[in-house]
């Protein structure tokens, strides 16, 4: 008998899913503004992001240790509770004079919680389905993300230009709360796992066996892990850091045209994961290296734009388009590699790989967007020369991955 995709716990999942995610960004796009308004500099709320990045990655393993030893539907519930509160609470404290350490401060609880809510809530979804509905699942999960991340800054910003920044912190934590109600409604079978010692000991052990089954007994994952880090690398360096430069730098256009290229991704985003749950019965996992591959295949139009004697507008028609595609390309990879891993280790260890999996992600990220950031600076006027090597060598990646991609299919067949 198939299993249905929508389930009741699945489905009270995605609606906490999407209430969280839209509190969230609804609220950090009226800090971002509030902040620009207050001291007229991108640069400081860029580095209160920074800062706030950096617990996410330090914190991310012990949520994955909760996430594997305690109550998944419980700790979703009370982090999405504190979540609500820390929000109720900047809200009272905040004024002209504490602005600035109350948003850094309440960023950085966020990064907190969010650390240990994403390894949980990534370990609920191969509990709550199995087989190729997993990779549904995750498409799913990336189609809420992607929507909200579309619809949300749009009213966010109205919001904030209406009401100001309190009424929409204050919606956040209505959305915190509204999430935190529907996970209470989700059951989930739980065992207590028995230990012995100190909890520093417990977690020393639980981080070892982590690490130990990705290095050792399921080597394979971490590649997968390294892959996906890699793309990351590659793509949101080019997405994050050369997008807005090129349109507003190199090219000359105004924020409304880095604004539609930012609607384009999102559109984008939200076409690779419903490409993704379409595919799962169709895309083999040997074809994953030629969807790592096309990464830098569809970036070389930008590059050849960016060489020919063509106008401005046209050079960003193309560059919009290139990176939509790989947009798309890096949303199917990411959520079949994602679903890959879940498959392939067992419940009581789900929530550290997972955490693993997030905190390198983290790392690639914005080590991507340093290195770029600084390639751009120095050839503003070469953008080729940035993006023909960065296309090749990331389709160079995505060949060279086939054989792994390969032997991951056949050890997979022999399994099922």
């Not at 067992?346 to 967007?369: F, R, W």
Request: aromatic share 10%.
């Amino acid at each position: 008998m198939t299993q249905k995709l929508f389930t009741r716990n699945f489905i009270l999942l995605i609606l906490g899913q999407i209430t969280s995610l839209f509190g969230n960004f609804i609220l950090k796009l009226a800090l971002s503004m509030y902040v620009l308004e207050v001291t007229g500099s991108a640069a400081v709320f860029a580095g209160i992001l920074s800062v706030a990045t950096v617990p996410s990655i330090l914190f991310s393993p012990l949520g994955g240790i909760l996430a594997d030893r305690g109550n998944r539907r419980n700790i979703m519930v009370a982090l999405d509770t504190l979540s609500g509160v820390s929000v109720l609470c900047a809200v009272l404290v905040l004024s002209n004079e504490n602005d600035l350490a109350v948003i850094g401060t309440l960023l950085v609880l966020l990064a907190v919680l969010g650390a240990f809510e994403t390894p949980t809530v990534q370990a609920c979804i191969p509990t709550m389905l199995q087989g190729d509905n997993i990779m549904k699942g995750n498409a799913v999960v990336n189609q809420v993300a992607s929507l909200s991340y579309f619809i949300a800054p749009m009213l966010g910003g109205i919001f904030y230009t209406m009401f100001g920044l309190k009424p929409v912190m204050a919606a956040s934590v209505i959305c915190f709360f509204i999430t935190a109600a529907f996970e209470c409604f989700i059951k989930l079978n739980y065992e207590r796992q028995r230990h012995t010692g100190s909890v520093w000991v417990v977690i020393k052990e639980d981080f070892v066996s982590g690490m130990r089954y990705i290095t050792k007994e399921q080597a394979d994952i971490a590649k997968m892990l390294l892959l996906t880090a890699a793309s990351r690398f590659f793509v949101m360096g080019i997405i994050v850091v050369g997008l807005p430069f090129i349109v507003r730098t190199v090219l000359g256009f105004s924020a409304n045209y880095y604004g539609a290229a930012e609607s384009a991704l999102a559109v984008a985003t939200i076409l690779g994961s419903i490409a993704a749950g379409v595919l799962v019965d169709k895309l083999k996992i040997h074809k994953l290296s030629m969807v790592l591959a096309a990464l830098g295949v569809l970036l070389l139009p930008a590059a050849l734009a960016f060489l020919a004697p063509v106008g401005s507008l046209v050079k960003y028609c193309i560059l919009v388009s290139s990176l939509c595609g790989m947009q798309i390309a890096i949303s199917i990879f990411s959520i079949f590699a994602v679903s890959l891993i879940q498959q392939r280790t067992p419940n009581h260890l789900i929530g550290k790989v997972m955490a693993y999996t997030s905190a390198l992600t983290m790392c690639a990220q914005p080590a991507g967007q340093i290195v770029y950031g600084f390639l751009f600076d120095k050839m503003k006027y070469n953008t080729s020369l940035i993006f023909l090597p960065t296309a090749l060598i990331v389709c160079g990646i995505g060949l060279f991955a086939g054989g792994f991609f390969r032997k991951l299919e056949r050890e997979t067949a022999c399994k099922m």
